[in-house]
């Protein structure tokens, strides 16, 4: 059973920026890591996505161009870099491992799912 720890929320101001990470309690080199968010009153909603084997990365049309998803398969951590933050970034951001996921943007292809953590962008 993987277990995946959300860290680096926090509050910032329209415009700055974050970094989240993703500790993962064990190796994720053959899986496939993702991020999601969910605002208060709002479904889950698809940002990033990073496939096993690194190659291919995916965006929800929202944040191209202003987030980054990486990974250090050595450090078992995932990352999620936020540039240019808006207030409707504000929500709780969860990261996902799928089994040989391609970082897909759909939630069942995930298997271990993350507690979230808080961003709140002020204006």
């Known amino acids: 059973q993987v277990q995946l720890v959300e860290s680096g929320g926090g509050s910032v101001q329209a415009g700055g920026s974050l970094r989240l990470s993703c500790a993962a309690s064990?190796?994720?080199?053959?899986?496939?890591v993702g991020w999601f968010r969910q605002a208060t009153g709002k479904d889950r909603e698809f940002v990033a996505g990073?496939?096993?084997?690194?190659?291919?990365?995916v965006y929800g049309d929202s944040v191209k161009g202003r987030f980054t998803i990486s990974r250090d398969n050595a450090k078992n951590t995932v990352y999620l870099q936020m540039n240019s933050l808006k207030p409707v970034d504000t929500a709780v951001y969860f990261c996902?491992?799928?089994?040989?996921?391609?970082?897909?943007?759909?939630?069942?292809?995930?298997?271990?799912w993350g507690q979230g953590t808080q961003v709140t962008v002020s204006s």
């Open positions: 996902a491992a799928g089994r040989y996921g391609l970082g897909q943007d759909r939630t069942d292809a995930y298997q271990y």
């Open positions: 064990e190796s994720l080199n053959t899986y496939g």
């Open positions: 990073l496939s096993w084997m690194g190659s291919l990365t």
